[in-house]
């Protein structure tokens, strides 16, 4: 599968027999592809953030199982059952959040279970149906999210939502990229600290596709609503709870306060493999927490060092503070647990 959504950016390119990776961490400076041939190597991908976004982790480590089965079933190893599935807890392991993740190794494991023949054709053929229904669930998203805009002129993004974090086109990026389709749009992008995705990757993003993008420090987001200037922030998510309340990259939810304050609209856009089911709010939502030396300077990540971090990745958002959340089977306006369930059973 290449060049399966004819965009200019793409995180991941199935090759047949192998994974190309983008390594989103040396962006925007250079443009990079690692290449990995098996689970491990997926796994580790995915640990240190070269691919990232949920829906992105979630067709990778589908792959890294396709790569896994490849590895050890060719091989016709009496134990192959057992490595793939240490490879596919390998992958679980990766990041805890994205509930993406979960629903693809699911979907893996069941091709395993119910395949006998051919199962590596059955596991690349599963592996890549994920990756295209993600591209086709963010196009149809991207035009049901712009309906929601309507006469919308200006907008606010967090974090990464787009090509980069999906099979293609985005989430949040994929509905500003339709809405500016339609008629001119000014977006704004905060710069997202500690990694920057803001400032690294959806401006780098919007730019290919020559959309003028606006960078703002991220404290400046209040002074940015106070102003006027914006009438919704969009971000994506990593996991939502059945009630809508969500998680996504940590400072949405300071965002979804302040937007409550300034009479702006905040719109979460993620597919419904997004939404955990078994959860019914976002107090059982796993926060992830990195390392502090992704946030310390370099001085203080020394033994003995009195200067600590305090760094998860992620917030929650409750859903009272969420206008609209953009699914490809609908929107929920005003989410509750009651309205969500009415998207639960769409087809």
Request: net charge negative.
């Amino acid at each position: 599968m290449t060049d399966q959504n004819n965009e200019t950016v793409q995180a991941l390119q199935w090759m047949g027999t192998y994974l190309r990776v983008l390594d989103q961490r040396q962006l925007p400076d250079t443009l990079s592809y690692d290449v990995y041939h098996d689970a491990k190597g997926v796994a580790e991908a995915i640990v240190t953030m070269r691919v990232r976004g949920a829906p992105a982790i979630g067709i990778a480590a589908a792959y890294g199982v396709a790569l896994s089965v490849s590895q050890h079933y060719l091989n016709a190893t009496d134990d192959w059952q057992q490595k793939v599935a240490e490879d596919i807890a390998l992958l679980a392991k990766s990041r805890p959040t994205a509930v993406n993740l979960f629903w693809a190794l699911a979907q893996m494991e069941a091709v395993l279970a119910q395949t006998s023949e051919n199962l590596v054709v059955a596991c690349v053929a599963c592996a890549e149906k994920i990756h295209a229904d993600d591209i086709i669930a963010n196009r149809r998203m991207g035009e049901l999210g712009a309906d929601v805009l309507a006469a919308a002129k200006g907008v606010m993004t967090h974090c990464n939502a787009g090509a980069l974090a999906t099979g293609g086109y985005g989430t949040a990026l994929g509905v500003i990229r339709s809405a500016v389709s339609r008629q001119p749009l000014n977006v704004y992008a905060g710069e997202t600290r500690p990694w920057l995705q803001g400032a690294r990757l959806t401006v780098w993003e919007l730019a290919q596709d020559h959309i003028p993008v606006t960078l703002l420090a991220d404290s400046a987001a209040a002074w940015l609503m106070k102003s006027g200037a914006i009438d919704w922030i969009i971000v994506g998510a990593d996991r939502i709870a059945a009630n809508g309340d969500t998680a996504n990259k940590v400072g949405t939810y300071s965002l979804a306060i302040l937007a409550k304050q300034h009479g702006v609209k905040l719109m979460v856009v993620a597919p419904t493999t997004t939404i955990d089911w078994t959860i019914e709010t976002g107090e059982h939502i796993e926060i992830e927490h990195r390392h502090s030396n992704e946030l310390l300077p370099t001085c203080y990540n020394t033994a003995g060092s009195l200067v600590s971090a305090w760094n998860p990745v992620f917030d929650v958002t409750p859903a009272e503070f969420i206008s609209a959340i953009v699914t490809e089977r609908g929107v929920v306006l005003n989410p509750t647990e009651c309205r969500m369930r009415e998207i639960r059973d769409v087809i």
